[in-house]
């Protein structure tokens, strides 16, 4: 079974230019997840989507940032503008359901300058 | 809103010896608890999952125990080993929230 795919899998950019992660859960999850992990700390969920449904997006920043999941598969998750805070690395989990066990991908390192 | 507490000391033991690694928690009572494994570079990775009715979970070498009154999970490695360091993160239920972490290192 493929695990969670993310890309890019590093990103730099400056300060407010616009960015954007793909991810590819694993076949069959209802349910994906994107997280931000700074550099010493655990990951902070941004947005859960159940298919193609969002349950909790409660601490995204919806000023600057964006996801969607078209068709309840593929999700994409955008920064525009960025600021140098958001330097973290972007997580993109998944499960069958949402009370499972989640399944993480690699990650998105982003660097804003 | 509720709080996850892990130790901020990174914790070093030796090859053979038993590591315990601790998550405390507030304003919550969680249905279960995970705990996960990350690597450096790498996505976490889950490891064990604790319910509230549960005061044990055993997984090989790994242990996990949950006491509700105390508001406390503990996780130990027996017998660690070098390929055991990592960083370590506890999460609370469906709430998503994630601990920290504590970072393990095992010398041979």
């Known amino acids: 079974e493929a695990g969670v795919a993310q890309s890019p899998r590093y990103k730099i950019i400056e300060k407010r230019q616009s960015v954007a992660f793909w991810c590819n859960p694993i076949s069959g999850h209802a349910t994906l997840y994107w997280y931000q992990q700074i550099l010493g700390q655990g990951p902070k969920l941004l947005i859960q989507?159940?298919?193609?449904?969002?349950?909790?997006d409660s601490q995204l920043p919806k000023d600057r940032f964006s996801a969607e999941r078209l068709k309840g598969v593929d999700s994409t998750l955008k920064i525009q503008p960025a600021k140098l805070e958001d330097s973290a690395v972007y997580l993109c989990?998944?499960?069958?359901?949402?009370?499972?066990?989640?399944?993480f991908g690699p990650g998105t390192r982003l660097l804003v300058l | 809103s509720q709080k996850i507490e892990q130790n901020s000391e990174a914790l070093n033991i030796q090859e053979g010896k038993t590591a315990t690694l601790t998550c405390n928690y507030t304003?919550?009572?969680?249905?279960?608890l995970q705990w996960y494994r990350q690597d450096p570079g790498r996505g976490p990775v889950f490891l064990l999952l604790i319910r509230e009715n549960e005061k044990e979970k055993r997984k090989e070498r790994l242990k996990v125990t949950f006491d509700t009154t105390l508001k406390q999970s503990l996780f130990h490695i027996t017998a660690s080993q070098p390929a055991d360091s990592a960083t370590y993160l506890c999460a609370l239920d469906s709430t998503l929230t994630f601990g920290k972490g504590t970072m393990l290192l095992v010398s041979p």
């Open positions: 304003n919550y009572s969680p249905a279960y």
């Open positions: 989507f159940q298919n193609n449904g969002v349950v909790d």
């Open positions: 989990a998944s499960s069958r359901d949402r009370v499972e066990t989640q399944y």
